[in-house]
T-cell receptor
Framework: NAGVTQTPKFQVLKTGQSMTLQCAQD?????MSWYRQDPGMGLRLIHY???????DQGEVPNGYNVSRSTTEDFPLRLLSAAPSQTSVYFC????????????FGQGTRLTVV | AQRVTQPEKLLSVFKGAPVELKCNYS??????LFWYVQYSRQRLQLLLR??SRESIKGFTADLNKGETSFHLKKPFAQEEDSAMYYC????????????FGRGTSLIVHP
């Protein structure tokens, strides 16, 4: 059981480049979300999805796009990378109930130069 | 709006000392509270949730609705407790997607 898998683990981008961070889960979870982790800022929610075909913005959505075409996958797209997007990105998934535990991927460390 | 506040960025103690990591929340309804832990170079994982009322690795946390707090406590810290700890809030208003605090780095010295 792989759980939540993120790829790549590390990435360096130049300003203005685009890329997609991949996230896949094999637990049939309805809820999936993307967070960024910055020193002193904790985990901030970027986008989330409560089911296939449904996405919504979190606290810091600007500069990021998402889609949810399947239950398993929830990719995060950076259309034009900026140095302010240098961060560690975590994907999480969970069941659709309020007491549920969120399962996290191992993170993607992104540097934009 | 819902918010989680962890006032301490860093908590440094010696082995065997008591530990209390503070967490306060703001939400007008009935929230679900969690503590997550991130050990060095590992992914975040659930430590405990208030609904379970359990003790995990010697840690406990009590939800105080009057003070809107969910502090994490351990009577005798161990070196292996050194990690980043995040308090999280889940509510119906937020579609049950967790809102996290800024985290507290706990360092336990030998």
């Amino acid at each position: 059981n792989a759980g939540v898998t993120q790829t790549p683990k590390f990435q360096v981008l130049k300003t203005g480049q685009s890329m997609t961070l991949q996230c896949a889960q094999d637990m049939n979870h309805e809820y999936m979300s993307w967070y960024r982790q910055d020193p002193g800022m904790g985990l901030r929610l970027i986008h989330y999805s409560v089911g296939a075909g449904i996405t919504d913005q979190g606290e810091v959505p600007n500069g990021y796009n998402v889609s949810r075409s399947t239950t398993e996958d929830f990719p995060l797209r950076l259309l034009s990378a900026a140095p302010s997007q240098t961060s560690v990105y975590f994907c999480a998934s969970s069941w659709d109930s309020k007491n549920t535990e969120a399962f996290f991927g191992q993170g993607t460390r992104l540097t934009v130069v | 709006a819902q918010r989680v506040t962890q006032p301490e960025k860093l908590l440094s103690v010696f082995k065997g000392a008591p530990v209390e990591l503070k967490c306060n929340y703001s939400y007008s309804g009935s929230p679900e509270l969690f503590w997550y832990v991130q050990y060095s170079r590992q992914r975040l994982q659930l430590l405990l949730r208030h609904i379970s009322r359990e003790s995990i690795k010697g840690f406990t946390a009590d939800l105080n609705k009057g003070e809107t707090s969910f502090h994490l406590k351990k009577p005798f810290a161990q070196e292996e407790d050194s990690a980043m700890y995040y308090c999280a809030l889940s509510t119906s208003g937020g579609s049950y997607i967790p809102t996290f605090g800024r985290g507290t780095s706990l360092i336990v010295h030998p």
